[in-house]
């Protein structure tokens, strides 16, 4: 049975709300599914176009970084995964989950109001302090190392309408309902979101625009301006410093001591000054 909710009863009513040339267009709603990635995935190999979307109620084996588990209670979140083809340059795709996460903060800034969506790098949504949603970009590449993917799935999780959470996760996890106190209609929240994010796609072959775009991500960065610490999954030395923004490649700039050093990879904590 699907929930009243389901955003598979209405992939007509939201699509027509995009107003999107591409994205959306087509799309494959389910009630419950494993990975909503893991389809866009199989779609993309079987020669989905770009633009083509696969949106779930429910994820059973829903993933973010690192391959951690994505909680999420069936009817209550967004779930999607965007198939993209970029001809853009290699060390530009990691640019994607910025934008991604940059859309999805603007399309939620009507509904949170007073409070302000923020980033935290490279791929988190907080509001209130509090993780909210999610990105995570994975790629499928054929040719050689300096070739561009042969597609690229998006996959945005938010938290929309989730009332509870486990308490592993209960003091950093929150919702647009539980922030607000508002019910958000999903669909109309999807809609909003792709729309938004194929402006901000189409203008990665701006300078100008992309150049705009990435000063806009920096204006909501979580902690901008504060002394934090840059950890990595390969055990390499924690780097702290003072987080300054991102570079035109989405890379983090982190102030420190010997000068401004970038990174492309890593999670970011917050860290006291000492003295």
Known sequence: MLHPDSLATVPDAWRALAGCRRMGRPLRAYETIDSTNEAAAQWARA????????????????RGRYRRVWQADPGKNLLVSLILRPSLPL?????????????????????????????????????????????????????????PPDFVVLGIGINVNQEHFPPEIADTATSLLLETGRFI???????????????????????ARSSRLLTAYETRMHQL?????????????PRAGVLAGVSPLGALRLRTTEG?????AGEVSSREIDG
Do not use: C
């Not at 020669?47 to 109620?57: K, L, R, S």
């Not at 669909?187 to 189409?202: K, P, S, T, V």
């Not at 301006?225 to 030395?237: L, N, S």
């Open 185 to 207: 209609a999903r669909d109309a929240l999807l809609a909003a979101l792709l729309r938004i994010f194929e402006g901000m796609y189409d203008a990665l072959g701006d300078a």
């Open 225 to 237: 301006g504060e002394a934090v610490e840059v950890r990595f999954a390969d055990g390499q030395k």
């Open 47 to 62: 020669n989905a176009p770009e633009g083509a979307v696969v949106v779930a109620d429910h994820q059973t084996a829903g």
């Open 260 to 264: 401004e050093t970038h990174f492309h």
């Open 91 to 147: 060390d530009r795709i990691s640019v994607l989950p910025l934008l991604a996460g940059l859309a999805a903060a603007e399309a939620i800034d009507a509904l949170a109001a007073p409070l302000t969506p923020r980033l935290k790098w490279p791929n988190d949504l907080y509001l209130a302090g509090k993780k909210t949603g999610g990105i995570l970009l994975e790629s499928s590449q054929s040719g050689g190392p300096t070739q």
